[in-house]
């Protein structure tokens, strides 16, 4: 005789909830007919509460339980720590960005999780932006010719942004034309200067070395977005658990 029970899905601790809709997929796929009912937001501060139920076979529940909590957990620890770095630049008017520092196999959920969080993704592959990075300069020769190549090679609605390391990368940045500059591990002082040496004529993105502690910090230089690798490769799992009782 088949058992048949209800699962609740508990949010532990506070958090943002990411992934229910993978989580319920996961149930589906194992047995089309468990029932599913969210019953929290997703992208909203919340709990401990009840993010989800689930009803049906006993067996299929126990059968997905760790594949969908692994997912949920996952993909809400990513919003989580999102929406914590959003909060730390309150009123600065700073976006915060993900990277393509993300699980094999899981950049589009990561990246769905770190706009849960109110953060922005900063591009998915190759095929949507182009960075110059320092291996690019070291190819052609300076920052400013690889930027220069760049600019001129890149498709039409790609957007470029150009990777500098000290103010004189900068410069050269600014003179072959580019419209977007990533500051890369720059100490808060040069940050500070570099906007100023900017004026205007590119938007400015720091990057390298940010967390929790000095983002604030980071934001208040003038740049206009800090993009932070940690959002997809450091996030902790929210603590979710499914609690099963008899029908």
Known sequence: MEVRARGRIEQRTAGVLSGLRVAQAVFRALDSEL?????????????????????????????????????????????????????AVEGTGVRILDTRKTTPGLRALEKEAVRAGGAHSHRSGLYDAMLVK?????LAGSVGEAARRALAGAPEGVMVE????????????????AGRILLDNMEVDDLRRAVERTAGRAELEASGGVDLENVRAVAETG??????????????????????EPL
């Open 35 to 87: 029932r599913w009912h969210a019953r929290a937001p997703e992208g909203q501060w919340c709990g401990p509460c009840l993010a989800a139920e689930v009803a049906g076979s006993a067996a299929s529940l126990l059968a997905a339980e760790r594949v969908a909590l692994n997912f949920l957990g996952r993909l809400s620890g990513v919003a989580t720590l999102a929406a914590r770095y959003v909060g």
């Open 134 to 138: 320092e291996n690019h300069a070291a």
């Open 162 to 177: 150009v990777e500098c390391t000290d103010l004189g990368e900068l410069d050269a940045a600014l003179a072959a034309g």
């Open 223 to 244: 740049v206009d977005r800090i993009s932070v690798g940690a959002l997809t490769h450091s996030a902790p799992a929210l603590d979710l658990s499914l609690v099963i």
